[in-house]
Each structure stands twice: as C-alpha cells, then as structure tokens.
C-alpha cells in the first residue's frame, strides 16, 4: 500500500470514529439537557377572586424537581421583616431558598422554572437564584406592586429565568416572567375568566421555546370550564388537576378504574415521577387596604393547602401562618431533615413506580392508582382529602 493511500485510509479511519464520537456527544448532550428539564419543572395557576366560588384568590403550584425531600417550616419575623412559611428542600438547613410560601401580611409566592427568556451568557453556577429570590420577597413584600419594585432594584444580573406567581390581601395577583435584567408582568385583572396558567417556558420569551406546552393545555382543559363558571377551588387544583393523567394530545384520560391499561408511560401529564408537592395557597377576601392584612387576620384566614410528596400519592395537610400552623408531619424532623409526611408518600410513589432496571421510572403502574376494586391511592385518598377540606375550611369560614 502507497504512503498516500495508507494516509488517505488512516484519515477515513479517524474521520469516522470522530463522527462517531460527536453523535454520541450530542445523544448524551440532549439526555443532559433532558435530564436538566425534569429536575426544575412545574406547573401552576394563579386564580382570581371572581373565580373562586368562595371570593378567594389563589395560587397553585404543582413541584417537579429532582430534590424529592420536601419539608414545610415557619419562619418568624426578625430585624422588621414579616413572618412567612414555606415549602423548602430537607436539606436546606438555613431555610435560604423558599419555593412556596406566604407571610403575615398576606403575600404570597411561588414560581415556575422557564427556558426561553435567558438572553446572555451569564454561567450555569451564577444561576437557579429563584429559591433566594422568593425568600427575599417573602420576607419583605406587602403587595403585588411591592414584588415588582423588589424585582426592579436587585443586582443584574439576578440569577433567575422563572414565572413568579404572586397575590397580594387586595386580591391582586400576577406573573412576572423574568430573566436576568428584566422582566414581564402579566396582572390577574387581565384575565377574563380570572385564571392565569404557566409551565416551563413564558408567553414573553422566544416563540416556540420552552417546556411544559402540553401539560399548560392539560391545565387549560381541566380548569378553564370552572374558571368561566367561578367554580374554581384549592381541591380542583389538588385532588383533580394535580392527580390527573388527562393527556391533551392523546385526547384521553389514562386514570380510569375499568381500563385493563396497566403499565402508562410517564410523559407530559401534570404528575409525574419527579412531582415533589401540590400546594394551593389560599388568600381572603380581598381587603380595600393591604396595611388591613395584620398578622392575626393572615393566621386566621389565609391557609396553604400543602399535598406533600408525589401528588397522586399525596395527604392533604393545612397550614396556618404562625408558630404553630405547620404539622410536624410536614416539618424536617426526620433524618436528614426529611418531613414523616414526605418519606411516607415516597414509598406509595415506589408502589406506583415499581420497575427498577433500566428506564422504570418512566412506567406508571396505573393499577396502584385506580383499579375496578377502589384500592388505588387516588380513589382512597381524594375522598379523605376532601373531608379535610370540608372540615378545614367550615371552622375557617365559622371562626372556629
């Protein structure tokens, strides 16, 4: 063999493992990037007054995120800011990053994680500052318009590209769909039937990016006919929405007790494995003043409905701003800061997951969820759930 044609060949040789090696770069760039989705997702709600059949505005957020171990805590008023509590990771023993919550002078927070806003090229590692972002304002913020001010007076670049949810004691509420420098506000009075939906991309940010498109129409389908009627309530957005396997592409619901479906995968419905918490925060009656939101009045009538753990799995618990509003059950007094109540609907979620090689975590076993005998979790835990409700909020609404 000529010298040309041994180089010609060696090159051939090396071109092809190289092309090799690029495909399986991008495959294992794009299982990354897909893994990276999963681990900060959500879905959410904000619902106004005129929606609500009790006069109530509303949040909801239904947390996906890889860190599992979920813990409620109550946070006391130090140095002039406001008393708040809010759902945190077990590990977070210093309670820096909330990811839901709401304080003593009724206002309320949570967010989405968004992947069309970013528009620089500030690192992965000065970025997810949203949980610091949300402490922040719980601590501070009194208003919707306080939460605007807070957003526009932080140091650029602010580490977050998210919906922020927000309502207020006047029943304001809005979305702000922010990135590092700047930010889109989306106010509740806007919206006709009084019912605003975010996923994981920002109706501001570049078209056609994103996440999350068909589990915000799973959303849309299941609560905007209850918004148009004002009939939209924190069990809606807990015990149906949160625990539906409503598949808007497909056109079907996967959770039906006589279906011989056994084995679902687990793709594009609001619950899924990585879903850590269904919580809906529930305001008053909107006051003419929010200086009127005193701390009593928040404890009395404010109460965020918190399903710990993997939502189809999930017992209702309510939580009151105060010293004493947070079960223990809720509470990282486990090991590792883990809350009883969170390693308790881990193990139903193994039950629902049961496949452990390769991708079973990908396969629901539906069965454990619904089934012709009425033993799945979903149909003995929504009707428990709702007695919760129907008691909770009669003592509530009583002043009991």
Excluded at 71 to 89: I, Q, R, S
């Amino acid at each position: 063999m000529s010298l040309g044609v041994f180089s010609f060949v060696r090159f051939f040789t090396y071109f092809c493992i190289m092309k090799h090696v690029f495909r399986l770069m991008a495959v294992f760039a794009m299982l990354a990037m897909a893994s990276y989705i999963e681990m900060t997702a959500c879905t959410s709600a904000i619902v106004s007054a005129k929606a609500n059949p009790y006069g109530r505005p509303m949040l909801w957020k239904h947390r996906d995120t890889s860190t599992i171990d979920n813990k409620v805590e109550y946070v006391a008023a130090k140095n002039g800011d406001h008393a708040y509590v809010a759902l945190f990771n077990a590990a977070d023993r210093r309670l820096e990053q909330a990811w839901t919550g709401m304080n003593d002078a009724g206002f309320a927070i949570m967010n989405t994680a968004s992947y069309n806003l970013k528009d620089d090229k500030v690192s992965a590692r000065k970025m997810d500052r949203e949980g610091y972002v949300m402490t922040i304002a719980l601590r501070t913020c009194r208003t919707v318009d306080d939460f605007a001010r807070l957003l526009e007076t932080l140091p650029r670049p602010m580490g977050v590209e998210a919906n922020f949810g927000v309502i207020d004691a006047t029943g304001n509420g809005a979305f702000f769909e922010t990135n590092n420098h700047s930010f889109t506000r989306f106010n509740l009075s806007d919206a006709s039937d009084g019912l605003l939906v975010r996923t994981n991309y920002s109706h501001s940010g570049r078209p056609g990016e994103g996440y999350g498109f068909i589990r915000e129409e799973n959303a849309e389908h299941l609560l905007r006919p209850y918004a148009k009627r004002g009939e939209i309530t924190p069990e809606l957005l807990t015990e149906t929405a949160s625990r539906s396997y409503w598949h808007s592409l497909m056109g079907r619901d996967f959770a039906l007790p006589d279906s011989s479906e056994r084995w679902v995968v687990d793709q594009d419905f609001i619950p899924r494995y990585k879903s850590t918490a269904t919580i809906v925060i529930e305001g008053c009656r909107p006051l003419d003043d929010a200086a009127e939101a005193t701390p009593s009045f928040v404890a009395d009538q404010y109460l965020m409905w918190t399903g710990l753990g993997f939502p189809p799995c999930a017992e209702i618990v309510p939580v009151w701003c105060r010293p004493d509003g947070v079960d223990p059950e809720l509470r990282g007094t486990a090991r590792n800061g883990h809350s009883p109540m969170g390693d308790k609907v881990k193990a139903r979620r193994a039950e629902v997951f049961p496949l452990k090689k390769g991708s079973g975590d990908r396969y629901v076993d539906m069965h454990r969820l619904v089934n012709r005998e009425g033993t799945g979790y979903l149909q003995v835990l929504v009707p428990q759930n709702l007695e919760v409700y129907e008691r909770i909020r009669s003592r509530r609404d009583s002043g009991r």
